[in-house]
């Protein structure tokens, strides 16, 4: 899977490609305008790690972008900051995160709630691919009901027996 880290310290964002690349095909931006553009791509990250204060979009602007675009809504979104109080948690999670690690970051944590946002990547995946069958499953059902409905219509219309409909 791709995962973006967006973090504009270079020796964090070192520590933390080190911490993910051996699970990721990562993809690193050191300002919130290269992640903007990397998240926007039609092959991009699904899970991207985002710093709160970087240069051009912010962590949270960047969720808020993210979350406002269909295309880009369904990126799995962590906070990644050095802010620690109830208000700014609190603020990060209300502009789209879908999760918020404080700095300094123990390095099994993250990699807890990396496999975590995997896990909830799979299961949006998974149930697009449901309903997807399901909406073929009621189309073709759908159209069964309609089929049986003119076959009635006619076999009525010229007093003929009920044609059998086996599908």
């Not at 690690?101 to 691919?129: F, M, S, W, Y």
């Not at 499953?137 to 010229?158: E, G, I, P």
């Amino acid at each position: 899977m791709r995962a973006l880290i967006a973090e504009d310290d270079p020796l964090f964002r070192r520590v933390l490609e080190q911490l993910l690349s051996s699970n990721f095909d990562l993809v690193l931006a050191e300002d919130g305008n290269t992640a903007w553009k990397l998240l926007q791509q039609e092959d991009g990250p699904k899970l991207a790690i985002l710093d709160w204060v970087m240069p051009g979009i912010s962590g949270p602007q960047l969720c808020r972008e993210l979350r406002a675009h269909s295309k880009t809504n369904g990126i799995y979104l962590i906070l990644l900051t050095a802010r620690n109080s109830a208000a700014d948690i609190i603020s990060g999670l209300d502009a789209g995160a879908d999760d918020y690690v404080t700095k300094p970051v123990q390095p099994e944590e993250l990699r807890a709630r990396v496999r975590l946002g995997c896990r909830i990547l799979e299961l949006q995946t998974a149930l697009a691919a449901r309903n997807e069958a399901l909406a073929g499953s009621l189309a073709q059902a759908s159209l069964a009901q309609k089929l049986s409905r003119f076959l009635h219509a006619r076999n009525s219309a010229q007093k003929l027996p009920p044609a059998k409909l086996s599908i």
